[in-house]
């Protein structure tokens, strides 16, 4: 079977491609549209233009999982297939101005899970083994994606194709079964932080979208000190939609915070950061 590393830009997902090569490696990119935001290197702009095929801008990602991605494809001496689907603010007209949340978390569908999907039905089209980056102390995550797989332990994913004449058609399709090498063998934090210690590869202090709703707000505050103008922009699709990311707090009134005291990304814990569960 095809095997396939799914990538996040995260150290752990980037510790499978170093060390279980697969026939393909495949990362899906957040873009956004603001130029305020535009990420800061022309050059590398074009390069990452050239992956996609699609105009890029900005990422609500933290813009060093460009240069994580980058560095990882020459660490692993492979090809990275980067794919993206509708910008954020693209996928929040489809939604009809409703904003992603923690009881509808849309967000990963459309913008990680539904590029990864179709770029597998365009390049592979068969059944693949897909590894997850799940370490061996997230054997509760992978029981979650392991109970979706039906009896033949493969993964069904609703689709939608064009047809003739324009016409969508819906279609169930199987596609995957997924693995957890890193669960498998019993590879914690630790181990994957010492691996990438002293190898060139440049890392976000955490992946993810700079403003991702399962972050709690101090974390979010936290975020705007360094990544103002990413937030200032989940900020405006609050304003501009009328709508919330979270139910508890609006990102303007986050983004007043005055914390007590000084904390570091030190101070916070993966729980505080979000994940997109991939």
Same mark, same amino acid.
């Given at each position: 079977?095809?095997?396939?590393?799914?990538?996040?830009?995260?150290?752990?997902?980037?510790?499978?491609?170093?060390?279980?090569?697969?026939?393909?490696?495949?990362?899906?990119?957040?873009?956004i549209e603001?130029?305020?935001?535009?990420?800061?290197?022309?050059?590398?702009?074009?390069?990452?233009?050239?992956?996609?095929?699609?105009?890029?801008?900005?990422?609500?990602?933290?813009?060093?999982?460009?240069?994580?991605?980058?560095?990882?494809?020459?660490?692993?001496?492979?090809?990275?297939?980067?794919?993206?689907?509708?910008?954020?603010?693209?996928?929040?007209?489809?939604?009809?101005?409703?904003?992603?949340?923690?009881?509808?978390?849309?967000?990963?569908?459309?913008?990680?899970?539904?590029?990864?999907?179709?770029?597998?039905?365009?390049?592979?089209?068969?059944?693949?083994?897909?590894?997850?980056?799940?370490?061996?102390?997230?054997?509760? $995550?992978?029981k979650?994606?392991?109970?979706?797989? &039906? =009896?033949?332990?493969? +993964? !069904?994913?609703?689709?939608?194709? /064009?047809?003739?004449?324009?016409?969508?058609?819906?279609?169930?399709?199987?596609? $995957?079964?997924?693995?957890?090498?890193?669960?498998? &063998? =019993?590879?914690?934090k +630790? !181990?994957?932080?010492?691996?990438? /210690?002293?190898?060139?590869?440049?890392?976000?202090?955490?992946?993810?979208?700079?403003?991702?709703?399962?972050?709690?707000?101090?974390?979010?505050?936290?975020?705007?000190?360094?990544?103002?103008?990413?937030?200032?922009?989940?900020?405006?699709?609050?304003?501009?939609?009328?709508?919330?990311?979270?139910?508890?707090?609006?990102?303007?009134?986050?983004?007043?915070?005055k914390?007590?005291?000084?904390?570091?990304?030190?101070?916070?814990?993966?729980?505080?950061?979000?994940?997109?569960?991939?």
């Amino acid at each position: 079977m095809v095997t396939v590393n799914s990538l996040s830009g995260g150290k752990t997902s980037a510790y499978i491609a170093a060390n279980y090569p697969a026939d393909y490696n495949v990362f899906a990119l957040v873009r956004i549209e603001d130029t305020k935001c535009t990420f800061p290197d022309k050059e590398v702009r074009k390069i990452v233009e050239d992956k996609l095929q699609k105009p890029f801008i900005a990422t609500a990602e933290m813009d060093t999982i460009i240069y994580t991605m980058l560095d990882l494809e020459q660490y692993i001496g492979k090809e990275i297939h980067w794919v993206s689907g509708p910008t954020f603010e693209e996928v929040i007209d489809l939604k009809m101005n409703y904003l992603p949340n923690v009881m509808a978390r849309f967000c990963t569908e459309e913008m990680k899970m539904n590029p990864i999907f179709y770029w597998w039905h365009k390049t592979i089209g068969e059944p693949v083994d897909m590894r997850i980056g799940f370490r061996a102390s997230e054997m509760r $995550r992978a029981k979650r994606v392991i109970e979706r797989l &039906d =009896k033949n332990k493969l +993964d !069904t994913y609703n689709a939608t194709f /064009k047809k003739k004449k324009g016409r969508n058609v819906w279609e169930e399709v199987k596609w $995957r079964t997924v693995s957890f090498p890193l669960i498998d &063998d =019993k590879v914690y934090k +630790d !181990t994957i932080e010492n691996f990438w /210690k002293d190898r060139f590869v440049r890392f976000a202090e955490f992946n993810n979208c700079v403003g991702c709703f399962h972050r709690n707000p101090v974390f979010l505050n936290k975020m705007a000190q360094h990544h103002r103008n990413k937030m200032e922009w989940f900020n405006s699709m609050e304003i501009k939609t009328g709508n919330q990311f979270k139910k508890e707090a609006k990102y303007s009134d986050i983004l007043k915070y005055k914390p007590q005291i000084e904390l570091s990304f030190d101070d916070f814990s993966e729980c505080d950061s979000g994940y997109c569960g991939l």
